[in-house]
């Protein structure tokens, strides 16, 4: 079972990407899934999360800008960040927690997609 984060890029100032994270392997349900970042020299921050009932959190920085939703099908979450500012530029990476087919919670880290916004 795994994660794979994609769709980072280099975007100018007001602009749009969006993040995939697709959780592989036979039998999973998507839990929790969450994107986080981390910009050089700065702790990593939540950035968006959403629950297996589809309940969403936003960090101040990002809410109205950015959207996070699911696809329980292809057991895959989606960043969608629009109005990009510079100071968003980071490494990307989605956590999630997914069931196995016996049920029990397996907890993943995807590797990071970067994201660099000029001005």
């Known amino acids: 079972v795994q994660l794979q984060a994609s769709g980072g890029g280099l975007v100018q100032a007001g602009g749009s990407l969006r993040l995939s994270c697709a959780a592989s392997?036979?039998?999973?349900?998507?839990?929790?899934m969450g994107w986080y970042r981390q910009a050089p020299g700065k702790q990593r921050e939540l950035v968006a999360t959403?629950?297996?009932?589809?309940?969403?959190n936003y960090a101040d920085s990002v809410k109205g800008r950015f959207t996070i939703s699911k696809d329980n099908a292809k057991n895959t979450v989606y960043l969608q960040m629009n109005i990009l500012k510079p100071e968003d530029t980071a490494v990307y990476y989605c956590?999630?927690?997914?069931?196995?087919?016996?049920?029990?919670?397996?907890?993943?880290g995807g590797q990071g997609t970067l994201v660099t916004v000029s001005s």
């Open positions: 392997g036979s039998g999973i349900r998507i839990n929790t």
């Open positions: 959403i629950t297996g009932r589809g309940i969403t």
């Open positions: 956590d999630a927690v997914v069931f196995n087919q016996l049920g029990e919670p397996i907890a993943l």
